[in-house]
């Protein structure tokens, strides 16, 4: 019959287990602990191939990598790719995302990865003037499209009205997401002029309103862990109410 100890005797004498045992003061003093030694064990038989009970059930490391390494070779094929009025010929991995595209080889940098699952619209370009996810679009599906990044959109001595917006209601703290979302922002307010509703549109029939709650809907897209959505906002209902420049 089983006896349960109260906690603190149950601690107690587990402290004094580890304390008074001279073999696991000893393991301890080498930085050896049973599972560390039953890791290395598993690894060299794996190294020198070796089947045992012991590694039997798990997939040796070096097996493995070795396996991921055969799987990762991609196809590369050449695209041009039109970035911010620029032509771009590149050889590409058939996988490359636009993110990585633009980040790794086109060096834009200004696009950021930040879920890369295309959740937090960090990485939002515009494309056609129809803002999407770069992470979730693969580069070479995009030859002959027109690609504008936060880099396209104004320059240092002429800001895009809405980098100007966001700079004087200050809708930013870190800065992480601000390029993907005013690169949303440009988007957004061409699909309210186009009359596209939202899930807050009350009347689908008449051109939308862009009031705050309009305008937090259409940014849902976009997240800012800094939580600097009011300010974010207010720049880009200031640029709504007088048009893009």
């Known amino acids: 019959m089983l006896t349960r100890l109260p906690l603190g005797s149950a601690l107690e004498a587990d402290a004094r287990f580890r304390t008074n045992d001279p073999q696991r003061l000893a393991m301890s003093h080498f930085g050896t602990n049973r599972r560390t030694f039953l890791q290395s064990a598993a690894l060299a038989g794996c190294a020198l191939g070796v089947e045992t009970p012991l590694i039997a059930p798990m997939t040796c490391v070096a097996q493995y990598s070795a396996q991921n390494d055969a799987r990762s070779g991609g196809e590369a094929m050449q695209v041009t790719l039109t970035v911010n009025r620029e032509r771009w010929s590149l050889v590409l991995d058939t996988r490359t995302t636009l993110l990585d595209a633009l980040r790794e080889h086109i060096g834009l940098t200004g696009t950021k990865k930040g879920c890369d699952h295309g959740q937090c619209g960090a990485c939002t370009v515009l494309l056609n003037g129809r803002r999407i996810n770069a992470c979730l679009?693969?580069?070479?599906?995009?030859?002959?499209?027109?690609?504008?990044?936060?880099?396209?959109?104004?320059?240092?001595?002429?800001?895009?009205?809405?980098?100007?917006?966001?700079?004087?209601?200050?809708?930013?703290?870190?800065?992480?997401?601000?390029?993907?979302?005013?690169?949303?922002?440009?988007?957004?307010?061409?699909?309210?002029?186009?009359g596209w509703p939202s899930g807050t549109t009350n009347d689908v029939a008449i051109s939308p309103v862009l009031t705050d709650a309009e305008i937090a809907e259409r940014m849902s897209g976009n997240l800012c862990r800094c939580g600097a959505y009011p300010n974010i906002v207010a720049a880009i209902k200031s640029v709504a109410s007088r048009g893009l420049e």
């Open 137 to 194: 679009t693969l580069a070479v599906m995009l030859e002959g499209d027109d690609i504008t990044t936060i880099e396209g959109l104004g320059a240092a001595s002429t800001l895009h009205p809405l980098q100007a917006a966001f700079i004087t209601h200050d809708g930013f703290q870190c800065g992480y997401c601000t390029t993907g979302q005013i690169c949303s922002a440009v988007g957004m307010l061409a699909e309210a002029d186009a």
